[in-house]
């Protein structure tokens, strides 16, 4: 069954709209599924020497983190028509080593916006990419393109917007049944 979610934010701004977002998801989870944002601010950059060497403390707590999920909800601003390196930083590190990723088989929620009309297309669909290399079965479907976030939330994270909010929880129910399904 599911039960424990861990929740990537792709941003580690103090008032990310992105955060807000996975706040508003954990605070209106449902009964008996718990939601836990995942730190990986304090992530040393990646580096594949640490692959036959002394790696960086923080790595083996963080992957075993990774491993105890039943699934993976990423939400994640585009920097640059793509995904903010501290995200593709957290994917790497968890990736390795070779052959034993924490990702493999979790089941994923990919959730993008931008605080324009664009949605943070770009990045949703590059994490798509890497998503699929580490065999992880992602929604397709709703697809979640949140445009002009600092409409649909206060800078303090507080919802703006309740037809926003309802299609959040929409999108966390669809990847709740589709999740149980790959269990
Ligand atoms: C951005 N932003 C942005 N927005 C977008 O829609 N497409 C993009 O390619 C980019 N590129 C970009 C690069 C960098 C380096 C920054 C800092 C920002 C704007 C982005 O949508 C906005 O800053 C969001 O508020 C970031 O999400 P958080 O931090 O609020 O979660």
Redesign the pocket.
């Known amino acids: 069954a599911i039960k424990n979610i861990g929740v990537v934010?792709g941003?580690l701004?103090k008032?990310?709209?992105?955060?807000a977002i996975g706040n508003y998801l954990k605070e209106n989870a449902p009964e008996g599924i718990s939601l836990e944002i995942v730190e990986i601010g304090h992530l040393t950059l990646y580096n594949q020497d640490y692959d036959e060497g002394q790696e960086p403390e923080e790595y083996k707590p963080f992957r075993e983190q990774i491993k105890s999920y039943d699934g993976i909800i990423f939400i994640t601003?585009?920097?640059?028509?793509s995904i903010p390196g501290v995200l593709k930083n957290a994917l790497d590190v968890a990736s390795r080593p070779y052959g034993h990723s924490a990702w493999d088989e979790k089941p994923a929620l990919v959730i993008s916006?931008?605080?324009?009309n664009?949605s943070?297309f770009?990045a949703n669909h590059h994490l798509r990419q890497i998503l699929a290399y580490l065999n992880m079965p992602t929604l397709a479907q709703p697809e979640a393109y949140i445009a002009n976030?600092?409409e649909i939330f206060d800078e303090d994270g507080t919802l703006k917007k309740e037809d926003s909010g309802k299609f959040l929880k929409q999108v966390l129910d669809a990847y709740l049944a589709f999740a149980a399904k790959h269990a």
């Open positions: 934010v941003s701004r008032g990310s709209f992105n955060k601003p585009e920097y640059n028509r916006s931008s605080i324009s664009q943070g770009g976030v600092q």
